[in-house]
């Protein structure tokens, strides 16, 4: 069994030719790659947000292994759900690296095995085009997040630097999030820079704080707290702002727009 596309043909291409001229225009030539431990890029469709994201991916060198975390937007399968499958995508299937996917549920309370939350999950899928592009070698561990406490997300950040550790080679972890939803432009940007804000200070609690007490509709705030916990496990140091824009960019109507930024986290 290996996991099918969803939305191929909708959020990007689903011919193969054409997608990969599409990532060709959306990933700049860049010399001046980063060393990342964790990268944050937006999940909408190619058209809103692709450049965003392929901005950021040719900001970073992307290493064979790459852990996605994505929030959960349809309810199903486990809050910490681990894929186990290999998966099927319009440029060639995408292994699952299962040693590393089993030292993360393995030495686990939250993660575990389970791929009825992936089987329809777009937040995930829209970003290995982007890594298979620029990364022939790609394995992937995918993980869609349920709504967590801040104490489950720090646990789980924990427990994954740890599993990353014990893996002893380079890996990448992308957190897929959207920011904010549906409000005019000058509102979603301040929103958005109050936590921005807090991303590039390295301070996930605030962030979390942030997100809810302000009711900013940053959908993937799980998984983004979670990675950056583990990108301070890991010793990260410094987080850079890629890009930040909105759907109105590519539509035109700025009264109710969709944020996106991309981030890198070092």
Not at 86 to 94: E, K, R, Y
Not at 220 to 246: H, K, N, S, V
Request: aromatic share 6%; hydrophobic share 40%; net charge negative.
């Amino acid at each position: 069994m290996k996991r099918q596309p969803a939305v191929a043909g909708q959020f990007y291409d689903g011919d193969p030719i054409q997608l990969r001229n599409t990532l060709a225009g959306l990933i700049p030539d860049n010399s001046n790659k980063i060393t990342a431990k964790v990268v944050v890029s937006p999940h909408a469709g190619y058209f809103y947000s692709g450049s965003v994201a392929g901005e950021t991916f040719a900001s970073t060198e992307i290493p064979e292994t790459v852990i996605i975390l994505g929030p959960n937007h349809h309810g199903q399968g486990a809050p910490m759900a681990v894929g186990i499958q290999d998966w099927v995508m319009p440029m060639g299937d995408v292994r699952l690296n299962r040693n590393l996917a089993a030292k993360i549920t393995d030495n686990s309370h939250l993660f575990t095995p389970d791929d009825l939350a992936h089987q329809f999950e777009h937040s995930l899928e829209v970003q290995v085009p982007f890594l298979q592009y620029v990364q022939e070698n790609l394995s992937i561990v995918p993980i869609v997040v349920s709504h967590l406490p801040f104490d489950s997300c720090h646990l789980a950040g924990v427990e994954l630097a740890a599993a990353i550790k014990i893996y002893n080679k380079p890996v990448l972890i992308v957190a897929s999030t959207d920011m904010t939803h549906y409000e005019s432009r000058q509102r979603a940007t301040q929103q958005d820079h109050l936590a921005l804000e807090d991303i590039l200070n390295l301070n996930p609690p605030a962030l979390y704080s942030t997100v809810l007490s302000n009711r900013i509709s940053m959908c993937g705030i799980m998984p983004t707290t979670i990675a950056l916990t583990a990108a301070i496990e890991l010793g990260a140091t410094q987080a850079e702002l890629i890009r930040y824009t909105d759907s109105g960019e590519a539509a035109g109507d700025t009264s109710k727009v969709v944020g996106y930024a991309g981030l890198v986290i070092s």
